[in-house]
């Protein structure tokens, strides 16, 4: 009985640390795009010319501040 009860321990162990090392995985991943869209967002924030986004109806998805200073200045 105490080899069974040592194995069935054994395996809940292994089955537990795979879903712990699965769901690290999906945290780390989560962290990767954020910084991607971060990275993404300040680059085009602050670049020097003006881009904008559109979706297919042609209402704006993303407009950087050179588009909307350009955009209100004529």
Do not use: K
């Amino acid at each position: 009985l105490y080899v069974l009860v040592r194995r069935l321990v054994g395996q809940i162990q292994r089955a537990h640390r795979g879903e712990i090392a699965a769901l690290e995985e999906r945290q780390h991943s989560f962290d990767l795009q954020r910084e991607s869209e971060e990275r993404l967002r300040l680059l085009t924030e602050q670049a020097p010319v003006a881009l904008a986004l559109f979706d297919r109806d042609m209402r704006y998805v993303y407009a950087s501040l050179a588009w909307r200073d350009s955009s209100l200045n004529g």
